[in-house]
């Protein structure tokens, strides 16, 4: 299992010309993705992402935040404050577990047998979830030549443009390494600022679903 640390950011002219001049692009590519959860919200308010992304499922997970990160510098701190850091489960069977033992106590779960080749519609109405956002996103890719680091620029069809610096580790990996190269790659773009940037999902739902935004704010997950 992947751990992804990302760190996203606004790009400008200025920007994309550097990121053209030392990266290698990787092409352009589009996909539609819809989010799911529980009319009370029980999977977002534990920062758990619920997606399915061009047929296939995904589970974002927070990974504990003092894995790996236990003695950072000054710098290294403020960079880590600038991430996010989601284990992505993509195992259909690993997730309808996940999914079942979160929302068992709030939910009522019908005692069916859950296997990955049972329809969609069945899994989804058994443990009551819903989809409460979906969106296309056009996505121009570059990487660099340090090993590892991505550069993501997506454009999603409500009208937000945001980039993205990533870092895939192995589960328990160096987070450290990874915040590092984030840190160098942001640098060599010449971005600024110490404040995080929202992701697509914080702005679609500050936009399209004020309710479930103000409910993931007050949780302290947004």
């Not at 989601?86 to 047998?113: A, M, N, P, Q």
């Not at 660099?144 to 680091?149: A, I």
Request: proline share 2%.
């Amino acid at each position: 299992m992947s751990v992804e640390v990302e760190r996203k950011f606004l790009c400008s002219a200025d920007t994309l010309k550097t990121l053209e001049e030392m990266g290698v692009s990787a092409g352009q590519r589009q996909f539609h993705d819809q989010y799911f959860d529980t009319p009370k919200f029980d999977l977002t308010l534990r920062d758990l992402w619920l997606r399915k992304r061009k047929g296939c499922w995904e589970l974002k997970c927070p990974t504990a935040t003092s894995n790996g990160t236990t003695e950072l510098s000054g710098v290294q701190s403020h960079a880590a404050a600038l991430c996010t850091r989601y284990k992505e489960i993509t195992d259909l069977t690993e997730i309808h577990l996940r999914v079942k033992e979160v929302i068992k106590d709030s939910c009522e779960v019908r005692e069916t047998e859950t296997s990955s080749s049972e329809g969609e519609e069945s899994w989804l109405s058994n443990m009551n979830l819903v989809c409460f956002a979906e969106f296309t996103t056009v996505r121009r890719s570059f990487t660099l030549e340090e090993d590892g680091v991505q550069i993501d620029l997506d454009q999603a069809d409500f009208g937000y443009h945001v980039g993205e610096i990533e870092v895939l580790i192995p589960e328990g990996g160096d987070v450290m390494s990874a915040l590092e190269k984030i840190r160098k790659t942001a640098q060599k773009l010449g971005l600024t600022g110490d404040q995080k940037v929202e992701g697509k999902m914080n702005v679609y739902l500050k936009r399209n679903h004020p309710e479930h935004y103000a409910t993931l704010l007050s949780a302290h997950v947004l």
